[in-house]
């Protein structure tokens, strides 16, 4: 009998999955074919676009109306997929296969308790009384590192943490002990702390139960730390395939090699000069305290924000890093008013707007702007482009032919056609539409960008175009940034200074190669350690 390492968990051959017709190319996935053995990882990398999702959905059968295979087989344990009825990939999934999702607020359903959620699964393919699954889902929980599982098990999603909710889809894919576990995305958007720890998870069930892991990223630190095997796709078809040390260090595809030129390096370049312009953007002693109640009515004070400061100058980027919870994201939000400070000052320019009623202060809000992290939630998906961009400019005064000559001018600048404008949002690829939302908050004129998150969800090659544009309107335009991120890579090479938060408080700042190199808190250390693997030297 072969031994663990050696049995063909999951098998693709030559597969092809048809797009509708009038798409931009005929098949989301083309001729793709590789093998998964019982123990190992395959990490599967690529831009937006290139199939590695479609590919994944299409193996646990979850396919859109649209889209259709065409060619090829996909074997689990040697039983074809792509022949199985509807019935039994239903008892296939869960039970033999498992998938965790990029965003778990999708995944898990909003007016059921985890438990309940759970227990569905486990009521649908065993025949374990309540008693048996209860105290299986208690374990599981406990096993995926959720704390108090006891109330894990009563809580709604939205009670629970981005980290904690991702745990809870976990759980979901692997209490059945299922041969293949597919993993799409599942660090995207948390931070590095808890992206460290759920790979650590993903890994350790993994050798317990000895499952075959799909694991789909854009993050090549990741692949760096966890894959055996890597496939690399491009347009639909696979590029590249072989051992992890051989891809990240010989690779032999003009594509793979451009993936890996694109990450962002941990070490900063040489710090700049201290900025002496004016200072654009201020925070003094900034707080916010949240009130509720308890369930037996008490008043409760939650601190999200305490005495945190900022001055942003002219041409400068400051960068504001930490865990999810931080405080970071609501520090922003009070910066540009989207919520009202409990306590300090802020100063827009020379204006001192943390107490300015909405009616005084809407005329100073094209000073400063935000680039949100989800663009497709920015933009109105029933306005065209040009309206979205036209609308900002007239709020602030222009005319509709200044708006409108500004538009076909910020296009150029986020290198995109004129044309674009007659266009609407779901007619652009996730990269290009945040370039537009770059262009209409640049509509407004600002002073100073603030963006919250703005390159998470995006791939590496995308990732740098979008902060090669940012260096390159900031020079041009002189404008201050305040970049909000838990991407460490990216904030040592796009920012001048960094605050790192823990805990609504502003633990450590200061210039970023300062920082990074000698860091002064147990807590930035920590932070700077859970940052993924850094990728071997490329040998020429």
């Known amino acids: 009998m072969a031994s663990t390492e050696q049995q063909t968990v999951l098998s693709v051959r030559h597969l092809s999955v048809a797009l509708p017709f009038g798409a931009d190319r005929a098949h989301a996935v083309q001729g793709v074919s590789f093998d998964i053995h019982a123990g190992k990882t395959l990490c599967v990398v690529g831009e ?29 344990q040697g039983e074809s997929l792509l022949k199985a009825s509807a019935l039994r990939m239903r008892q296939l999934r869960g039970q033999a296969m498992g998938m965790v999702f990029q965003e778990p607020m999708t995944a898990l359903n909003p007016v059921m308790t985890c438990g309940d959620q759970v227990d569905e699964l486990l009521s649908t ?40 909710r991702q745990r809870i889809v976990i759980a979901m894919a692997v209490i059945l002990k299922p041969a293949l576990i597919i993993c799409d995305e599942p660090t995207t958007a948390l931070d590095v702390t808890t992206q460290k720890e759920i790979l650590r998870l993903i890994a350790d069930l993994q050798r317990e139960q000895g499952s075959a892991v799909l694991f789909i990223t854009h993050d090549m630190g990741v692949v760096a730390e966890i894959a055996d095997d890597v496939l690399v796709m491009n347009q639909g078809e696979a590029v590249e395939g072989g051992a992890c040390e ?10 793979t090699r451009q993936l890996l030129a694109a990450v962002p390096a941990m070490t900063p370049p040489a710090p700049k000069p201290a900025f ?5 953007l201020s925070g003094q002693g900034v707080g916010k305290t949240y009130m509720s109640r308890d369930w037996m009515g008490r008043n409760r004070a939650t601190a999200a924000l305490q005495n945190a400061h900022v001055a942003v100058h002219a041409g400068e980027t400051v960068g504001v890093v930490g865990e999810s919870g931080s405080g970071k994201s609501t520090f922003a939000r009070c910066l540009i008013r989207l919520i009202d400070p409990t306590e300090g000052r ?28 989800d663009p497709n939630r920015s933009l109105n998906p029933r306005r065209t482009v040009g309206q979205s961009l036209v609308e900002g400019a007239m709020n602030f005064g222009q005319s509709r032919a200044e708006a409108e000559a500004l538009a076909a001018e910020l296009m150029g600048q986020v290198r995109l056609p004129v044309e674009a404008l007659k266009r609407y949002p779901s007619q652009f690829s996730g990269g290009q539409r945040q370039r537009l939302a770059i262009a209409r908050a640049l509509a407004c004129r600002p002073k100073v960008l603030v963006a919250d998150e703005a390159v998470s969800a995006l791939d590496v090659s995308v990732q740098a175009q979008i902060l090669n544009l940012l260096r390159e309107i900031q020079g041009r335009l002189g404008l201050g940034l305040l970049f909000i991120t838990h991407d460490l890579r990216v904030a040592a090479q796009l920012c001048d200074r960094v605050i790192v938060m823990h805990q609504g408080l502003i633990v450590e700042e200061g210039p970023t190669a300062e920082v990074y190199a000698n860091p002064q808190q147990d807590y930035t250390r920590r932070l700077l350690d859970a940052a993924p693997a850094a990728l071997p030297a490329l040998e020429t």
């Open 346 to 373: 802020i100063f827009w320019a020379e204006n001192d707007v943390a107490q300015l009623p909405e009616n005084r202060l809407r005329p100073l809000r094209s000073q400063v702007q935000v680039v949100f992290q």
């Open 48 to 76: 937006s676009g290139s199939g590695k999702s479609v590919m994944a959905t299409t193996v646990m059968g979850l396919l859109a109306k649209e889209l259709r295979p065409d060619a090829g087989e996909i074997l689990l």
């Open 246 to 255: 051989q891809v990240l260090r010989r690779p032999k595809a003009e594509y």
């Open 125 to 164: 393919h065993t025949d374990w009384p309540f008693d048996k699954r209860r105290a299986e889902i208690l374990r599981i929980f406990d096993r995926v590192r959720l704390p108090e599982p006891e109330r894990m098990l009563r809580s709604y999603p939205h009670q629970l943490s981005g980290g904690q």
């Open 276 to 280: 002496t312009g004016p200072v654009l």
